[in-house]
């Protein structure tokens, strides 16, 4: 058990690493997809160089804006920051764990989308309203299958928090990996990509009217409020990716306090988090967009895998 | 006048509350069937009696916290935007309040029948108040057909029970209905499930509700979304939990596919509507459909033998009940201002309404995050429940129960996404962007009481979503009435308790925690924003790509916003489109198609398909029944005769009476 000193410590140090790196997570997904197109790209810290500039840029508001417009990279930022101890980062027993399990998760991450989507309305342009209509539609497709991944990640261990299936999977060892955790895992995978509005579902580096989704959303904002916002992807892409790793692969989390061993676990976890981030640029490299109404097809095709590991983990419990 | 109706109304909302309260804490004890003197009738079914057990408290404390706050807000609401017949709007509301209370408190069977008769009647009356719309009278007329053909389902389970028990006092059938045949107590539940369902507006029994709640002025809509489909949800735990203890399996998974329908549908049809009243009247559907969910799973998980989690299933139950009845009604009112304030409903003629009615707007959006069950508002911690208790079913080992309980977690999830994507609509459509018509732009700001009515509920919406506890203590002597055990330690009083949760799990969620949590980072944000320059601020016009002069036309609509799920779902809605096409002269191409008009239509399935076939088969019975009538005093005597022979024969072959 971790003392309430300790565990502030710990959380402070979950909030700069993942606050720190998540722009370097977009900087190495803009790096892998430039590599993979023979082009230089721009330096890995472009993404922080971004951000300071936005900081200090001006803000220009629309004048059909209320304080919704005003409100809502707040409100969006703070749900994502109340999200990062959610997830188990580097050490076990997540401090804090007792403050919400993956179900709540969702709903900070589903309170981020809502105030951003609400916002888009906001100043009345059409490009707002398309945006938001198509990001609202495809958070309420990914919240079933992101409840139906929790339910078959968490079953084997028999809870919906985080960190306990992630202890589970680090006592297990080997025997965690199973054929139900690799359907679980496909179908997350599915599910990162429509929430975090990478291709093939959205494409996040694109600005033609017709096919942005995200980008459409935040067309009216700049300054200190786009920085907000696209950090906000940042650190989404990184609570997302994060929780992808504690629970397909646990093994490396530090179950103690001891210098060295945080020390190699936060090792670890970056080289997973870049990794993944690379994984992810990867995928993007080689798939096109797709049409719209084809992101309803992949969410379907994810909540089948997911049902299909839940099935297949009662029935493997009914006949062991 | 209108202040001190109203006024009574919240006083008397406020004193029954408090006895509620005080039930529920167990500060008094409940009065088992207190007698009306002089109205004991001879007969044990016709005995008048009042009780209140904790089961009823807590619905008195439901029906008293949403009536009092809509009282408040009726004072103002009646006064600017009623024009007709204020002073019998006024009564029967308070008659309508008075009955609402007595189906809680009614203690024997002939008395509850009588009040819910009353209720149904008196909310007929509310609901053609505005008897000059013809949409009114039509949805009135339905409400009372199907209300009836539903309060025969409830006669028939009530006087069931009360006949095969052989008394009329509620609490002498719940101690003599254990000892039933098995068939009775089917027969019971199917025809309790009917009667009470369709008041609650389950599916596919839900079609006057969408009709009836936007008729009605929106304080009775209010009181009858927030509060009176409820008593429907309070009818089934009586007879269910309280009267037969709980039963079968299959009880139980009935009543969750009926309530996964319930929410499926329910959200779906919202997200078609344009009009903001049927929109909410849809999504009360869609939670009677999660408050069902939660009793489904309850019975289920008792009948295996896991009496903490069916608590579980049932606290989620109970607390979603309370927490629609505060947001529904706050939505409810803030539709009403909206509607009032414009003299339309139409989402595509509303807009911009956050600048003409700020505190309105807060609430309503306030409100609109409870019920797509986001964090910190109370919709998500009934949810959050419900999702445990499905979860729950792990522990069980009976795997078809665990996949039919994923199942219905995933409908619960896309539920709850797609009312987010409605509220979404709903808020944004009407309430920002530039205004859509003149009277959306020059809408007056609504009374001061309104806004304080929905200010009061949007308080307890983000009350109970960070200290849920207060709810879970109050539901705790309810819960262990039905499934004999409640939800255990760790429901102190503190503000950042945990929820609890069994011990099979070790899951937890701190609202108190997370609510904290977002407090803090926003101050974060707002101490970080202090460092450094400070950048300019600048006001311009939206981006419209160089068009010089952005309109309202230009916005997306309510039709255009809601596309993107009607279309993948359109074998669900089979939508009615309407495209008028003019083609460019001296062209085939479809590309040069210039749509004239387009306009689409969604109408409830059910409706043709399910009540037609019935309504049919009425007026064919009646057509073949008034061949009968042939206008001749010798035919009818002979009819008379000849009953009375079938009847005595049937007593005298079916079997005697006992005395």
Known sequence: MTSSLEAIALLAVEYLLVLGLAPILLGIIRRVKARSQRREGPSLLQPYRDLAKLWRKESVYSDTSSWVTRAAPWVSFAALLAAIPLVPWFVLPTPFSGAGDLIVLVGLLALSRFVIALAALDAGSTFGGMGSSREMWMGSLSEPIFLLVIFAFGAPAGSTQAGTIAAHGVAAGWGYVSAPLLLAVVAYVGLLLVETGRLPVDNPSTHLELTMVHEAMVLEYSGRDLALIEWGQGVKLAVLTGLLIALAVPWGISSSLGIAVIALALALLVAKL?????????????????????????????AVLALG???FHYLIAAGA | MLRATFGLAMAGCLLAGLQGVEVLLGAVVPAQAVSIPGAVAATPLLSLGLQEDPLSAFFVLVLAVSGAAISLASIGYVDRYVHSREAALAALFNLFLLSLLLVCVAGTVFLFLVAWEGMTLVSYFLVVHEDHSAEARSAGLTYLVISHGAAAAVLVALLGL?????????????????GLSPWVRDGVFVAALVGFGTKAGMVPLHVWLPEAHPAAPSNVSALMSGVMIKMGIYGLLRVVWVLLGGGPSWWGYTILLFGAASALVGVLYAIAQHDLKRLLAYHSVENIGIILMG?????????????????????AALLHTWNHALFKSLLFLGAGAAAG???TRDLEKLGGLVRRMPGIALTFLLGAMAISALPPFNGFVSEWLLFHSLFSAFSTGSPATELVF???AAVL???SGLAAYCFVKAFGIAFLARPRSEAAATAQAPPGTLTAGTGVLAGLCLLLGIAPALAINLASRPLTQMVGTSLGPGTSLSLISSLPAPSTTSAGFAPGIIALLLGLAIAGIWVASRFGVAPKVRVERSWDCGIDAPTARMEYTAGGYSQAVTRIFQEFFRPKEDVERT????????LLTRVRRFSEESVDPLLPSLYRPIRDGFLWSAREVSRLQSGRIHAYLAYMFATLVVLLLVLRFVGSPSP
């Open chain 2, 583 to 590: 083609v460019a002269a001296g062209t085939r191409w479809d």
């Open chain 2, 162 to 178: 009360s006949v095969a028990t052989g008394t009329g006092q509620l609490s002498a059938i719940a101690s003599g209905a254990g």
């Open chain 1, 274 to 302: 870049a990794g993944a981030s690379a994984l992810i640029g990867g995928l993007e490299s080689r798939i096109a967009k797709w049409r719209l109404f084809r992101v309803a097809d992949l969410t379907t095709f994810a």
């Open chain 2, 341 to 343: 304030a414009t003299g």
């Open chain 1, 309 to 311: 590991a839940i099935a």
């Open chain 2, 406 to 408: 994923a199942g219905m």
């Open chain 2, 295 to 315: 009793i489904g799973a309850s019975i289920v998980l008792f009948d295996l033998g896991y009496p903490a989690l069916a608590a579980l299933a049932m606290a």
């Open chain 2, 413 to 415: 999830a896309l539920t």
